[in-house]
């Protein structure tokens, strides 16, 4: 079986202004190396504002290795 080689990551998206994560989107890291900066809306202060991607890892792009 072959592998699957996947240059989609998900990411984050942190508000600048109260420094929650709201959202969450896929980037494919060949074409757009930087780090994104959306205008999005955000709930908690009801207006929209600047989401920029954060580099903590979600935990979900990588394969735990198995213990044994």
């Known amino acids: 079986m072959a592998k699957k080689t996947d240059k989609r990551k998900i990411v984050g998206l942190v508000c600048e202004e109260t420094g929650e994560r709201l959202y969450y989107t896929k980037k494919n890291t060949m074409n757009t ?3 994104l900066r ?3 809306y ?3 202060v ?3 504002t600047w989401f ?3 580099k903590k890892s979600l935990g979900r ?3 735990k290795p198995r213990k044994g």
């Open 46 to 48: 009801r207006k929209h």
């Open 42 to 44: 955000n709930p908690r």
């Open 33 to 35: 190396p930087d780090k």
């Open 38 to 40: 959306l205008r999005k």
């Open 52 to 54: 920029v991607e954060t």
């Open 61 to 63: 792009n990588e394969v």
